[in-house]
Nanobody
Framework: EVQLVESGGGLVQAGGSLRLSCAAS????????IGWFRQAPGKEREGVSC????????YYADSVKGRFTISSDNAKNTVYLQMNSLKPEDTAVYYC????????????????????WGQGTQVTVSS
């Protein structure tokens, strides 16, 4: 059974940091790109960051560049999203997703590239 389990969300003040984790199981982790997405109330789900399975390249939405860092621990089948300098507009439910694609590129920030999704973790940034 494929599982993606997010953790690490919470309430933080603006300027603070959180680290999200995405623990994966039930599929060959090395063959899948992993992406982080978020969805705020009343808004569409958007790509935040992703890491390619083919070459480990990472991609970021313009809104988080320089503040967020994605990393992967393949030995633990876990992907992390380190979020620094958080802003109230970062408030959303954050999801991780896995997509089996051999390619690399910023297109991986699109939601349609992914096959499996986690349940999400809430991140709330207070002003």
């Amino acid at each position: 059974e494929v599982q993606l389990v997010e953790s690490g969300g919470g309430l933080v003040q603006a300027g603070g940091s959180l680290r999200l984790s995405c623990a994966a199981s039930g599929f060959t982790f090395d063959d899948y790109a992993i992406g982080w997405f978020r969805q705020a109330p009343g808004k569409e789900r958007e790509g935040v960051s992703c890491i390619s399975s083919s070459d480990g390249s990472t991609y970021y939405a313009d809104s988080v560049k320089g503040r967020f860092t994605i990393s992967s621990d393949n030995a633990k089948n876990t992907v992390y999203l380190q979020m620094n300098s958080l802003k109230p507009e970062d408030t959303a439910v954050y999801y991780c997703a896995a997509g089996r694609t051999p390619y690399s590129g910023s297109y991986l920030l699109g939601i349609y590239e992914y096959d499996y999704w986690g349940q999400g973790t809430q991140v709330t940034v207070s002003s």
